[in-house]
C-alpha cells in the first residue's frame, strides 16, 4: 500500500501542479481532456499523459485516467466530487464495473482544494482496451453507488491518449540520448 501511498502524491502533485513550459494540449476526443506533462530536464521519467472528464449534476464529478512513464503498466484511475466526505490517505474497499468486468479493489482517498475522491490503479494493458469499448463506468461502496459515470465517446479518448503516450515515450527518449551525449561532462566542472 506504501507504492499507492507514493502514486498518490505523485497524482495529486500532477493534477494540481502543470508547468505550462512543459505541458501538451492534446485537445478534446470523445468529450475527455487529453494532455501531457512531459518530463522535466533535471527528472528523468518524471512525465505523464492525463486524461480528464467532468460531468454536470450534484457535486460535478470529475473522472481522470494518467500513465506515468515512471510505471507506464499502470493506469491511475480518480474519481472526485465537490459533495463526497472522503478523508485524504484513507483506504477503502470500493467496486468498479467496466465493460461487464467487474473490479474489487482498494482506494486511497485524495483531495484537492475543493473536491475529494478514490484513487485506484488498474493494468494498463487490461484497463485501456475495455475503457475504450465500455459504454458506463460505475462506481460501488458495497450496495451503495457511488457514481454512475457515461463513457460514450471513451473509444476516441483512448485513441488520444494512446497518441499522447507514444508522443510522451518518444519526448523522453530524445531527452535520454541528449542526456547520455553530455553525460560525460560535469555540472559543474569546477567544483
Known amino acids: 500500500m506504501e507504492k499507492m501511498k507514493f502514486w498518490l502524491a505523485a497524482t495529486v502533485a500532477a493534477v494540481t501542479v502543470v508547468s505550462p513550459a512543459m505541458a501538451r494540449d492534446f485537445g478534446n476526443a470523445g468529450g475527455f481532456d487529453i494532455s501531457a506533462q512531459e518530463s522535466d530536464a533535471e527528472k528523468p521519467n518524471s512525465g505523464f499523459c492525463g486524461m480528464l472528464e467532468e460531468y454536470e449534476g450534484s457535486g460535478d464529478t470529475r473522472l481522470l485516467l494518467f500513465r506515468y512513464l515512471s510505471n507506464p503498466e499502470m493506469i491511475v484511475v480518480i474519481v472526485d466530487n465537490y459533495n463526497w466526505s472522503i478523508k485524504k490517505d484513507e483506504e477503502y474497499e470500493v467496486e468498479y464495473l467496466l465493460g461487464g468486468s467487474y473490479y474489487d479493489r482498494k482506494a486511497i482517498g485524495t483531495e484537492d482544494s475543493i473536491r475529494k475522491g478514490l484513487m485506484s490503479a488498474f493494468p494498463a494493458s487490461e484497463f485501456l482496451p ?20 457515461s463513457l460514450k465517446g471513451s473509444g476516441a479518448a483512448v485513441e488520444a491518449f494512446n497518441r499522447c503516450w507514444t508522443y510522451l515515450r518518444g519526448d523522453e527518449a530524445a531527452k535520454q540520448r541528449e542526456r547520455d551525449r553530455f553525460s560525460h561532462i560535469p555540472k559543474d566542472p569546477f567544483k
Do not use: Y
Not at 475495455?130 to 457514481?147: E, H, I, M, Q, W
Open 130 to 149: 475495455l475503457f475504450a469499448k465500455s459504454s458506463n463506468f460505475k462506481v460501488t461502496k458495497g450496495a451503495v453507488t457511488v457514481d454512475s459515470l
